[in-house]
């Protein structure tokens, strides 16, 4: 990126965080975390603590940071050393991002470059470049409508687990879109903020359905039908188990008519035979556990983006979902104006801001309003000349 683009990209930080102070978002307790944020620069300055709501509106007009973070966890004394700082404990924190969702779009959008000859394909990043068998290949992943719409149904089935299995109130859970590839869900004001790594890592797999196998549900090899009927779970059950009965109930098999869920879970299991029902139960659990970063909710320590600031990568805002269903990323989180900027764009799939569509573009000058030329400029895509 050129001083001239990053000097416009500070700009408009700058005029976007003193005409919006006022909006950002503190945490609660916010004296007890730590403050973080990223550089222009790209360097990484953490350890930071602000007394007053005011304090933090201040700095980010002065400093113009390219994202601004918070710590999940509260701290005796925020400001010193990791080992130093005296955990208290964290809010339960999950991230769902469009990498960890594969979707069928991500084969006509994606694109990779090899550095050695430039040569440049759609889809996923291969081992080495077909062309010169370099190996110097740099992925671009963007992001579209079904991509989001996938990271949406994703954190849905999270809300679920969360206040059915796990009782946790609508009141102590927060959503918000991400300002870039997903979604951030926030569980603050319960007694799950003590929980250590391990007991975080249980609710990872809880929810992603890792370690559940046929035995769980009261299936196996040598049990009889009437056994089976005693151990099977019914639809209304609680966890894992009715929620695989309910899909089961759902299901169209074979004009299989019975209501009669236990009987059709042993009427498919014996048509199957153990191991494709096996892995057919396998593909259920897959639809309907929710896809999070695993390493994101069992770091106790993990920093996250400060709610109502700007994405350094795209401009656009992490941003509460008051009505998920209905959110809007492309609409609801764009936060930048109209205000024309003339850029020379490498390359762009066609995307939507505002209800107006941009691109494609490819090796061209264009006269792009504020909040799409800051989109394509934070994804690497386009400088300003």
């Known amino acids: 990126m050129n001083e001239k683009t990053v000097a416009v990209l500070k700009q408009a930080f700058k005029e976007f965080y003193f005409k919006n102070a006022e909006k950002i978002i503190t945490p609660i307790r916010m004296k007890e975390r730590e403050f973080g944020y990223m550089s222009f620069d790209k360097v990484m300055v953490r350890h930071l603590s602000f007394q007053t709501e005011g304090d933090l509106r201040a700095f980010l007009i002065k400093e113009m940071p390219h994202s601004v973070y918070y710590s999940c966890a509260y701290y005796y004394e925020p400001t010193f050393a990791m080992d130093e700082k005296g955990w208290k ?59 989001l719409k996938a990271t949406k149904d994703e954190a849905i089935k999270l809300m679920d687990f969360l206040l059915k299995d796990f009782g946790i109130t609508k009141e102590n859970i927060e959503v918000y879109f991400s300002g870039g590839r997903g979604y951030h869900v926030t569980v603050e004001r319960s007694a799950l903020e003590e929980l250590d790594q391990l007991a975080r890592s249980e609710i990872s797999d809880y929810v992603s359905g890792i370690g559940l196998n046929l035995e ?50 042993i009427y498919i299991y014996r048509k199957m035979k153990h191991k494709n029902f096996e892995n ?51 609409i609801d989180a764009v936060a930048l104006g109209e205000e024309p900027m003339q850029i020379f764009v490498d390359h762009s799939p066609k995307f939507t801001l505002m209800g107006k569509i941009f691109g494609p573009y490819k090796s061209e000058r264009v006269k792009l309003p504020l909040m799409a030329a800051v989109y394509l400029i934070g994804k690497g895509l386009a400088e300003v000349d």
């Not at 000859?117 to 080495?128: E, H, I, L, T």
């Not at 695993?294 to 350094?312: C, K």
């Open 89 to 147: 404990g964290a809010d339960l924190i999950f991230d769902i991002d469009a990498d960890d969702i594969p979707t069928r779009c991500k084969e006509e959008h994606d694109h990779w470059i090899c550095k050695d000859c430039n040569f440049m394909d759609k889809g996923k990043r291969p081992d080495k470049c077909p062309k010169c068998e370099g190996m110097r290949i740099d992925e671009k992943n963007w992001v579209c409508p079904l991509c």
């Open 280 to 330: 057919f139960v396998g593909e259920v659990i897959g639809k309907l556990s929710t896809k999070i970063d695993a390493m994101v909710t069992t770091d106790i320590h993990r920093i996250f983006r400060l709610p109502n600031t700007l994405h350094g990568s795209t401009g656009m805002l992490k941003r509460r979902c008051d009505d998920l269903l209905s959110f809007d990323p492309f």
């Open 216 to 265: 769980s549900l009261g299936i196996s090899k040598r049990a009889s039908y009437e056994k089976m009927q005693r151990m099977l779970p019914l639809a209304n059950d609680s966890g894992w188990r009715g929620r695989i009965a309910k899909f089961f109930s759902e299901m169209e098999f074979e004009c299989y008519n019975s209501n009669d869920v236990k009987d059709k879970m």
